[in-house]
């Protein structure tokens, strides 16, 4: 199966082409006869399904016809990493139809914002705020949206935006169409969805769980004992990209210093920081500058970097859906990924929790050769000792360098970390 079966504009299709997509990931193949059909679509799926062409390609699909220079479509995500992935998504695979995208979000200068709305576009991607700042001003017309998506529309919630949303919806047409994403269904959002979309089609992709092609340990520890347990797994451990996510931005911050000073090519990645410092700490992760990027959770939203190969928590995520958008940057787009979760001993009932979502025990695993000062590990959760060896047989080629002991690294091997092909293949390729 390919995307001919879709019948898209030849110029999409080139946009296809050139990106590099072969196969329809799954929420493709289920979503875009639909939203192609006009129906209002409830996708509940995880990051890295492939979600963002699913809505995409029909919009880009339906703006090859009528009026150009109006917002016609109008993207609502919750973070500006995840609308400036959504913006890219839309500029390269819209090249060749010349469909124009504008980005509006808090941080960066209005002003520009502004200018490129009135030199027309036709679809923009927003945060809530701006956009309503902008509203406000006069300065966007949403009278002709025809298609409306909320993306990620849990987390938006999760952040505080409800409000924002709602007063959005009185800003486009009754008469559109509805595309409403998110990982998860808690009530309130359901209650949201329900109320804005007409008859709506729902794709679900698997359970509401992490990617299945991450594999999960927790390594039982202590607060004292989590920097020490880090450093020297990063120099036992064969990885590739990994992201590390603290509670704090303050943590964040001091733990990309120590890292740094222990010769760790590292970025920190958290919401103190400005927008264009930000998009460079991605950026410099994308491109392999940096080997390590250490994030807070607000700040990792939206994060598009293939080939991560290692998440880590260093510090425990709040809540089970938490864990859940956490882990779906590594595995993205069905690579392999392993999630490598420091517990204390408070953390065990979300542990739990998290067990009850995977549907399965969690490794407990100790680090082999560190030295727990005294703590027993296995003791509370029955901990079951691993090897370097064999987690490097868990990485499924993905494990791609294993550093010295303790020394700063020599090569980045960005040389070997070009970006792989994007053919979409869920099993046996070897990956
Ligand atoms: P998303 O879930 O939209 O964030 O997409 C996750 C990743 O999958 C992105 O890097 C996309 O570029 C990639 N992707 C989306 N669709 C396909 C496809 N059909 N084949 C291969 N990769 C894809």
Same mark, same amino acid.
């Given at each position: 199966m390919n995307f001919d079966q879709f019948n898209l504009d030849p110029r999409i299709n080139a946009g296809i082409k050139d990106v590099g997509y072969v196969t329809p990931t799954p929420i493709q193949k289920q979503a875009i006869p639909e939203v192609l059909r006009g129906r209002d679509v409830l996708g509940l799926a995880q990051t890295g399904t492939g979600k963002t062409a699913a809505f995409m390609l029909p919009i880009l699909q339906r703006l090859t016809k009528g009026p150009l220079r109006h917002v016609r479509a109008l993207i609502v995500a919750p973070t500006r990493e995840l609308a400036e992935q959504i913006h890219e998504t839309a500029v390269e695979l819209g090249k060749h139809a010349r469909v124009r995208s504008v980005t509006v979000y808090g941080g960066v200068s209005k002003k520009r914002q502004v200018e490129a709305l009135r030199r027309g576009a036709e679809i923009v991607v927003a945060c809530p705020g701006r956009l309503l700042d902008i509203a406000g001003d006069g300065d966007i017309d949403l009278s002709r949206v025809e298609v409306l998506v909320l993306d990620e529309a849990d987390r938006m919630c999760d952040m505080g935006f409800l409000p924002d949303i709602k007063r959005i919806l009185k800003l486009v047409p009754a008469r559109r169409q509805t595309l409403f994403f998110s990982a998860t269904m808690p009530k309130e959002i359901r209650q949201l969805a329900g109320s804005i979309l007409k008859d709506p089609v729902t794709v679900q992709i698997g359970? &509401? %769980?992490? @990617?299945? $092609?991450v594999s999960h340990a927790i390594y039982p520890v202590t607060h004292k004992l989590k920097k020490n347990l880090l450093l020297q797994m990063l120099d036992q451990t064969a990885t590739g990209r990994v992201l590390i996510f603290t509670k704090t931005k303050r943590r964040a911050r001091f733990l990309a210093r120590d890292l740094e000073k222990k010769g760790h090519n590292v970025s920190a990645l958290q919401g103190n920081m400005s927008q264009n410092r930000r998009q460079k700490a991605i950026n410099g992760f994308r491109d392999g500058k940096y080997d390590i990027l250490v994030a807070t959770d607000i700040a990792a +939203?939206?994060?598009?970097? @293939?080939? &991560?190969s290692h998440v880590i928590n260093y510090d425990m995520p709040d809540t089970v859906d938490a864990y859940t958008h956490r882990i *779906? +940057? $590594? *595995? +993205? %787009?069905y690579e392999t990924g392993q999630a490598f979760t420091f517990a204390v001993p408070d953390d065990e009932g979300l542990v739990r929790g998290i067990e009850r979502v995977l549907k399965k025990p969690i490794e407990r695993r100790q680090l082999p050769g560190f030295d727990y000062a005294g703590y027993k590990p296995d003791k509370r959760n029955g901990g079951k000792q691993s090897t370097v060896n064999s987690e490097r047989a868990a990485t499924n080629g993905n494990g791609r360098r294993s550093r010295g002991n303790g020394g700063p690294k020599g090569g980045s091997g960005r040389g070997r970390r070009r970006r792989r092909g994007r053919s979409y293949a869920p099993q046996g390729n070897g990956r």
């Open positions: 359970m &509401i %769980a992490p @990617a299945k $092609t +939203r939206g994060i598009d970097v @293939a080939e &991560i *779906g +940057r $590594t *595995g +993205r %787009a």
